[in-house]
Nanobody, 124 residues
C-alpha cells in the first residue's frame, strides 16, 4: 500500500513563510500527480496547488504568487513553499497523491491517498 506523511506546519506571523513536505512510501512505481489541499474550521476542503509528474502546476487564485509547489521524484516527496502568509491561510493542510503502485506482480493505480494533515496557523 501507499502512505503519505506531511510535515512542516506550525505557527507563524503574518508575512512569514513555511515549507510543507509530503513524503510518499510503499510499493510505488510512480506518482502521477500530487496535490495540496487545506481545510479551515467550518469550511470545506479546498485545493491549494497541484503538480503532475512532468512538472505542470496549478494554483488556487488565493495563493498564486505566494505559494510554490514542487516535487523530488527521486524521493517521492512533494513540497509546498508558502510565502507572505496571511491569517486566512490558517488551516489543516493535506496532501493527496495519484499513484501507480505494485501489488504483488500487478501494477495498480490509486488516486485517493491522503496524509494525516499538518496544521498551519498564521497570526495577525
Amino acid at each position: 500500500q501507499v502512505q503519505l506523511v506531511e510535515s512542516g506546519g506550525g505557527l507563524v506571523q503574518a508575512g512569514g513563510s513555511l515549507r510543507l513536505s509530503c513524503a510518499a512510501s510503499g510499493s510505488i512505481s510512480s506518482i502521477r500527480r500530487t496535490g495540496w489541499y487545506r481545510q479551515a474550521p467550518g469550511k470545506q476542503r479546498e485545493v491549494v496547488a497541484t503538480i503532475t509528474s512532468d512538472g505542470n502546476t496549478n494554483y488556487a487564485d488565493s495563493v498564486k504568487g505566494r505559494f510554490t509547489i514542487s516535487r523530488d521524484n527521486s524521493k517521492n516527496t512533494a513540497f509546498l513553499q508558502m510565502n507572505s502568509l496571511k491569517p486566512e491561510d490558517t488551516a489543516v493542510y493535506y496532501c493527496n497523491a495519484d499513484v501507480l503502485y505494485f501489488r504483488g506482480a500487478s501494477l495498480r493505480r490509486g488516486d485517493d491517498y491522503w496524509g494525516q494533515g499538518t496544521q498551519v496557523t498564521v497570526s495577525s
